[in-house]
């Protein structure tokens, strides 16, 4: 039962999916958190993105999926040069991974047994041009977030610890889930993910009815399940390539560069990270959905998941931040 | 039979479908304190093999981890296996203790559905006390059986099962009905009615049948929803409430709705009958919230003297630190045979500064800010609404700050505990809104609240800080008896012990002119007083804030 939940068979939840896909569209946009109820399908949904990406070229031994030889860290002894095909990697960091597991470290098997001083790549290196998964990002430990903070900005790992000395390219898409219940992201962080959508329950009993049916078929009749989702799968991930290509043309009219700074004026959020994200995952969407030209409905269906959580937060607004961008984003485009 | 009797029945059942697929249906939560009782119960289930993990267990035991000896020995890396690296069934004592970071690794790893059986020993003696909600969510069984165990209570084993229970066929319309019982009951999760499901397998399984019947919808039904339920449903089905003949579940259900609403029926009106007696107290509305309480977690401080210990970190020992030996060792570990060549006469181990790791621990440790609002008549007249707004105001700086909050409003004879410690702001602002005013103005009695609430929490390890927004026109005494001086006096008195406590208070006049009496009864206090007439909210927050900082 190891293989994931297909991506397809995930029912409702369209904000999710849709921020999901779009960092798929272009990394840039700067990964995705989701925050919601329990049993509300989070997990599953980013485990199920793994199946979703279409595989990279990397070099063969390099450990952090370098693209050309070239660009191989000078520490990585190579074995074969030759580019192969693999999947995107989707790294899960597990909550009670040590400093050495994600940055690296000292590779404790050659010093002891051979004296060596080598160094043994962490999580931040295999999840180079990929993603990297932390559940409950809320309850990460302080220390690891900062490390995370600072490798997310730059794109580059810099190990000097343990007289190593050791730099490494880092670029990888975060993707957060949690349960606000159990406690609060910091700002910093929370401001480092491009997206965010909450994800509830669904009220619908028919859609209710089609998720535990659909679980159930997955447990009990697991081939002939993923062979009739795979398929749907394999669809998003064309349009998603389909998406990539069209993207870099995409024309973007001044009207709507105007309309995202006076949604970000109106809604008050700090920084410019707010307008980049906003105009980065508006052009994801139009490539996704095949259009040549952003428009006024692109910014609407994105602004509250790029938005919602750069606000500064009214402790008493009992109606949450997501309902601010929307009534904001009806005054200001109208 | 009768009710206790009954709740054990049905803890055997539970506990005979555990044993015949613990991985499979992933564990059990069950409410009892350590007694003879309960041993027996746990006896039950020693064939599953049990390995029992505490609440500060360390991630290496779980997960597993380098095994310093045997590498040096060896030279060669060896490492140890945690306890979670194979399928198994876990005791965990003391489980509502279990802090939520274990939480969510234990439940990452039953998410993993390879097998993991966790068995949550839950001590809890009060309501709020329970399992961190991330578990308690994947633990399908509650077992809190009531009273003495009956003499000839057991468990019969249903032996090896002949049939798997994956294998077990369940037609649409099965998990249909679940879900559907779900939603009545007010349950958000869609993990509940999967989890139903599965226990609804397993007893089709120990009875040797191949697709699933009445009886075991009704069984699963029984064990998994009563204690999840967070309303009752509605008698008579309406449209609004998600009836067994909901017309939105498409044509396939229309054609059988009628078959069906009977055993739907049947279903709910099993269910309603194991409701816990006290469910309406602890209803929440539905869709406007959850419980309070939780795993009770205040806001962590992480240092290095007490608390739970953390993963060690590098840093120098400056005397006031903790060093941690084993991972100081293991840092110097790897560096032996480079050092030894270096200085090839040393004997012993070669350990550098550098190598030295300290000792981090976790320490839960919060302000919790007590509201003691007068709501006498005299008050309500002219102040109250200003005294409302500022604690509004005041839950506001509270939440930036992570503080909680309880609120005590006195009035009449009595005193109330409208809200018990807590960091929910919407639940404070409600209970708050509908705060009544009018009566007499039983200060002591509000106070003696203040106090057993205080010396409460501060042995939960929260910091407790007094505030008393009132006119200081105390008029009723501790025994009830309308008597001014007595009051008064009373009122002092509880003063003097709250000072005995060393117990931070601030007290706030809310009355038109400043009050002599009040100012004395903040000296008693040892505490600050703010003389606030005509006041706005705005001016007694910053006074408070102003206050408390200093």
Sequence with gaps: MNTPFPFSAIVGQEAMKQAMVLTAVDPGIGGVLVFGDRGTGKSTAVRALAALLPPIRAVESCPVNSAKSAECPEWAELGSKKLVSRPTPVIDLPLGATEDRVVGALDIERALTRGEKAFEPGLLARANRGYLYIDEVNLLEDHIVDLLLDVAQSGENVVEREGLSIRHAARFVLVGSGNPEEGELRPQLLDRFGLSVEVRSPNDVTERVEVIKRRDAFETDHAAFMAHYSAEDAKIRDTILKARKRLPKIATPDAILEDCAALCIALGSDGLRGELTLLRTARALAAYQGRRKLSRDHLRAVAPSALSHRLRRDPLDEAGSGTRVLRTVDEVLG | ?550
């Excluded at chain 2, 993993?112 to 949550?120: E, K, N, S």
């Excluded at chain 2, 697709?211 to 009752?232: K, M």
């Excluded at chain 2, 009958?273 to 992480?302: E, F, S, Y």
């Excluded at chain 2, 506001?396 to 006195?410: E, P, T």
Aim: charged share 20%; hydrophobic share 40%; aromatic share 2%.
């Design chain 2, 1 to 550: 039979m009768t009710p206790d009797a009954d709740s054990w029945a049905r803890a055997a059942l539970c506990l005979r479908l555990l044993l015949s697929a613990p991985g499979y249906l992933a564990g059990a939560s069950i409410r009892m304190r350590a007694s003879p009782d309960r041993d027996r119960l746990l006896s039950i289930l020693q064939p599953l093999n049990m390995r029992r993990i505490h609440p500060s267990i360390s991630d290496e035991q779980l997960f597993g981890g380098l095994d310093l000896s045997a590498t040096l020995n060896y030279s060669q890396v060896i490492e140890n296996k945690g306890i979670l690296s194979d399928p198994r069934t876990m005791v965990v004592g003391m489980a509502e203790r279990c802090g939520g970071d274990l939480a969510a690794k234990l439940a990452h790893q039953m998410d993993r559905d390879i097998g993991h059986c966790l068995i949550a020993l839950d001590e809890g003696a009060e309501p709020d006390e329970t399992l961190p909600p991330a578990l308690a969510e994947r633990l399908p069984f509650h077992i809190a059986p009531e009273g003495r165990m009956p003499k000839d209570w057991r468990v019969v084993p249903a032996g090896t099962l002949s049939v798997t229970p994956a294998a077990v066929s369940a037609s649409a319309t099965d998990a249909e009905t679940l879900v559907l019982l779900a939603a009545q009951f007010g349950i958000d999760s869609l993990r509940v009615p999967l989890m139903a499901l599965r226990v609804a397998r397993v007893h089709a399984a120990t009875h040797k049948r191949t697709s699933l019947e009445q009886t075991d919808l009704e069984v699963a039904a029984c064990l998994v929803f009563p204690h999840r339920a967070t309303r009752l449903p509605q008698a008579e089905p309406e449209n609004e409430a998600p009836p067994p003949s909901n017309p939105e579940t498409g044509q396939e259900a229309e054609s059988d709705a009628s078959s069906r609403m009977p055993e739907g029926d049947m279903l709910v009106e099993a269910v309603r009958a194991l409701l816990p007696p006290d469910l309406l107290a602890g209803l929440v509305p539905a869709g406007t919230g959850r419980r309070t309480g939780g795993d009770g977690a205040g806001q962590k401080r992480k240092g290095n003297r007490r608390g739970r210990p953390l993963p060690s970190r590098p840093g120098r020992l400056d005397g006031r630190s903790r060093i941690d030996l084993i991972a100081t060792l293991r840092a110097a570990a790897p560096w032996q045979p480079i050092r030894r060549e270096a200085q090839p006469n040393t004997p012993g181990l070669l350990i550098r500064p550098s190598d030295i790791r300290l000792k981090r621990y976790v320490e839960q440790s919060d302000r919790l800010l007590i509201f003691t609002v007068d709501a006498s008549g005299s008050a309500a007249v002219s102040r109250l609404n200003e005294a409302k707004g500022a604690v509004e105001l005041l839950l506001a700086q509270a939440y930036a700050a992570r503080d909680h909050v309880a609120l005590i409003s006195f009035r009449g004879s009595t005193a109330d505990l409208l809200l018990p410690p807590t960091r929910s702001l919407v639940q404070t602002k409600r209970r708050l809104a509908s705060l009544p005013g009018g009566g007499g103005t039983p200060l002591a009695t509000g106070l003696q609240h203040a106090l057993a609430l205080a010396t409460q929490t501060r042995s939960k390890g929260l910091t407790p800080t007094l505030i008393v927004l009132t006119d200081g026109r105390a008029n009723i005494a501790l025994d009830g008896s309308t008597n001014r001086t007595q009051a008064m006096e009373d009122a002092e008195q509880m003063a003097h012990v709250f000072r005995a406590h060393g117990i931070q208070t601030l007290v706030i006049d809310m009355s038109a002119r400043p009050q002599a009496t009040l100012k004395a009864l903040a000296g008693q206090f040892d505490g600050q007083y703010l003389p606030l007439p005509r006041a706005d909210a705005q001016a007694l927050t910053g006074a408070v804030s102003a206050a408390l900082q200093g």
